[in-house]
Structure formats: structure tokens, C-alpha cells
């Protein structure tokens, strides 16, 4: 049986997945409320491995690691994310790593979810890891693009196009929800074009 993975981002309207921190955005563009934020436990309350590129990883442990309570990131489906197994996928960490039951994986982020999800007996799910996630996509490893959509638009200060230079794909749309009355979540199935 082969595990589902989902490609699990944030984005502003205009498609960026971050913001050079110009401006008064903050967290989730400031446009969190309690249905996004009680969302985000459910799905990762759910049993599943994450997976993350070299880079996230690292952003996640400065935000998210020993000595960060000053950066405010204490959600609780964040917690829930942290504490969740994980694959880190780099050339350049060894470990341990410094977050709860993950490991690394020196080998092409191809190869790794491959194996992984042939092996796995519970779902992966990588949030963030952009470019990480565009060459998954490309190699037809992944299985759902879950994209929590906020309205904001970012022509000035976005910084991370969340799908530049991905291949073409088709999207069958296989759940939304509006969150808040004001974010959108999709979840699609991708198809090569």
C-alpha cells in the first residue's frame, strides 16, 4: 500500500508562500482566526509523518525550537506539527536534530518519499519546503496539494512564489472550506498537463 503525501502550504492571493517582514503582516498575514486555527489541530492531530526540505527545517527550528517563545508561535496544531515523526530531507544536516523523533535523509527528497511512500504505514505530509515540494510534484509523487489561501495580496513584499518554475499541472478541486469567513483551504489532486 503506498502512502498518501500532501504538499501542505500557505499562500497570499497573488501566490506567495512568504514576505521579507516589511510592513505589519505577522503570522498567517495576520488573518488567522479560531476556525484556521482549530483546522490546522484537526489535521495534524491525525496520525502522519512530515517532511521537510534542509531549509525549512531550519526556519522551523529558529522559530519554533528551544529558546523560541519570544517569536509567539505557540499554536497549538504548531506544537502538534513539531511533535509529529519526521524526515528531514538534506546534503548538508546530520543529526540528531534538534526537534522530536525526526531523522535525516542524505539522499535526493525523489528518492527519499519515494521509499517513504512505499514504507509508511501512515500518511506524509510536508508543509512549506517550496522548492522541495515543486521537484516532488514534477516526479508525480505527490498526492494532494492542500492550500490554505489568505486574502491578502503581497506585490511588494512577497518573497517565495510557492509554485515558480513548477511543471503544468491540472487541478480536480476535492474539498474546500471557507475558514473564518474570509481564508480559503483547497485541497486538489494534481494531473501532469
Do not use: C
Amino acid at each position: 500500500m503506498t502512502a498518501t503525501y500532501t504538499f501542505d502550504v500557505f499562500s497570499s492571493l497573488d501566490g506567495f508562500g512568504s514576505y521579507n517582514g516589511d510592513g505589519d503582516w505577522g503570522g498567517y498575514w495576520g488573518k488567522q482566526g479560531p476556525e484556521l486555527l482549530d483546522r490546522r489541530l484537526s489535521l495534524y492531530g491525525e496520525d502522519q509523518r512530515m517532511v521537510f526540505g534542509a531549509h525549512t527545517y531550519r526556519e522551523f527550528v529558529r522559530l519554533l525550537g528551544p529558546g523560541s517563545k519570544e517569536s509567539g508561535v505557540g499554536d497549538a496544531w504548531v506544537t502538534r506539527m513539531r511533535n509529529l515523526p519526521a524526515t528531514v530531507v538534506s546534503s548538508t544536516l546530520e543529526g540528531p536534530l534538534d526537534w522530536p523523533d525526526a531523522t535525516v535523509a542524505n539522499s535526493d527528497a525523489i528518492d527519499v518519499v519515494a521509499r517513504l511512500k512505499e514504507e509508511s504505514e501512515v500518511p506524509l505530509r510536508s508543509h512549506g519546503s517550496l522548492s522541495m515540494n515543486r521537484a516532488l510534484l514534477a516526479a508525480g509523487l505527490v498526492d494532494r496539494v492542500h492550500v490554505t489561501l489568505f486574502p491578502v495580496i503581497t506585490g511588494r513584499t512577497g518573497t517565495e512564489p510557492v509554485l515558480r518554475g513548477a511543471a503544468d499541472f491540472d487541478l480536480e478541486l476535492i474539498e474546500s472550506r471557507t475558514l473564518d469567513g474570509r481564508t480559503q483551504e483547497l485541497i486538489y489532486r494534481p494531473t501532469p498537463h
